[in-house]
């Protein structure tokens, strides 16, 4: 497509719950970024994918939290057994390289609500 | 870890006034970005930084890439109601965590008409 697209918008679960947030980086997009943004917050770092190169992880708060990439394309990031502070906006972004100079194209986000 | 410092937090201003925010680190950025955030939306990519004391402008934005490398600043002139956002800054440094950018915590401005 012709952005970064994030799905569900909205999502709203019990606490205890797993989740699982997609995100479609644009076609092309070698590097894939989850934020993570907290009410009143700047973007808080998550995890980033670079080609076929071992993912940083160090932005993940706890074992809770992991995420995938299958096939250099979609990303799927997985939230288990939820608290009530993992509710956030999670955005997800891509860019065509992590060279300098390219800006990262983010989604709309996902907002979860944990309650 | 990194830490940037953005002031002011939130602004209110008038129709047609001056605008400018700035960030502060503790540590040296290669990279300098600022984006802004429409509610509903991720944060877009206003203008990039890239050499200490670069001055850079995009129609009525204007930042710079202080010659310290710990900080910068964004004004935006004669401001009207579309304006109106999150404006974070961003710095990017070198080595193994090249792709991974540092936030600040964001400044709201509120543009009364």
């Known amino acids: 497509g012709a952005g970064v697209s994030q799905s569900p918008s909205n999502k709203v679960t019990e606490k205890g719950k797993d989740v699982e947030l997609r995100c479609d980086p644009i076609?092309?997009?070698?590097?894939l970024y989850w934020y993570r943004q907290s009410l009143g917050q700047g973007l808080e770092f998550l995890i980033y994918?670079?080609?076929?190169?071992?993912?940083?992880k160090s932005g993940l708060p706890s074992d809770r939290f992991s995420a995938e990439r299958t096939g250099g394309s979609v990303s799927t990031l997985t939230i288990q057994r939820t608290q009530q502070e993992d509710s956030a906006v999670y955005l997800c972004?891509?860019?065509?390289?992590?060279?300098?100079?390219?800006?990262?194209?983010f989604g709309s986000g996902t907002r979860l609500t944990v309650v | 870890g990194q830490q940037l410092n953005q002031s002011p937090q939130s602004m209110f201003i008038q129709e047609g006034e001056d605008v400018s925010m700035n960030c502060t680190s503790s540590?040296?950025?290669?990279?300098w970005l600022w984006y802004k955030q429409d509610p509903g939306e991720g944060p877009v990519l206003l203008i990039a930084l890239y050499k200490a004391g670069e001055l850079t402008s995009n129609g009525r934005l204007t930042a710079q890439f202080g010659i310290t490398r710990k900080d910068s600043f964004l004004n935006i002139s004669a401001s009207i109601p579309s304006d109106v956002g999150i404006y974070f800054c961003?710095?990017?440094?070198?080595?193994?965590?090249?792709?991974?950018?540092?936030f600040g915590q964001g400044t709201i401005l509120t543009v009364h008409p």
């Open positions: 961003a710095g990017r440094s070198g080595g193994t965590s090249y792709g991974k950018l540092t």
């Open positions: 994918f670079q080609g076929n190169s071992a993912p940083d």
């Open positions: 540590s040296i950025f290669n990279t």
């Open positions: 972004a891509s860019s065509p390289r992590t060279a300098l100079g390219v800006g990262y194209t």
């Open positions: 076609s092309g997009h070698t590097a």
